[in-house]
């Protein structure tokens, strides 16, 4: 299953955005999937995962501010970015996490201006 983001943008700092990641197949057998981001010049790091079972986790810096969901009748894994702030700038990737896989696909750019 191959997996590619979008919804990436241009938007002002405190604004939303909502990334999709839509699946070339079923995501149902996918147990974890994942949302990660690079910034210029930096690694890459997790941004949320999200089991089959609907548990999510978050990294720390932008907790109470995006959401992770997954509709597996439409293939298809969501971030919701509210309360966006510029160092969340980055290329947006999802990533089939458990099973895990070496395919980042080609990511979506979200550029927050201050």
């Known amino acids: 299953v191959q997996l590619q983001a979008s919804g990436g943008g241009l938007v002002q700092a405190g604004g939303s955005l909502r990334l999709s990641c839509a699946a070339s197949?079923?995501?149902?057998?996918?147990?974890?999937l994942g949302w990660y981001r690079q910034a210029p010049g930096k690694q890459r790091e997790m941004v949320a995962i999200i089991s089959n079972l609907g548990s999510t986790e978050y990294t720390a810096p932008v907790k109470g501010r995006f959401t992770i969901s997954r509709d597996n009748a439409k293939n298809t894994v969501y971030l919701q970015m509210n309360s966006l702030k510029p160092e969340d700038t980055a290329v947006y990737y999802c990533?089939?996490?458990?099973?895990?896989?070496?395919?980042w696909g080609q990511g979506t750019l979200v550029t927050v201006s201050s």
């Open positions: 197949g079923s995501i149902s057998s996918i147990n974890i």
């Open positions: 990533k089939s996490v458990l099973p895990a896989t070496s395919d």
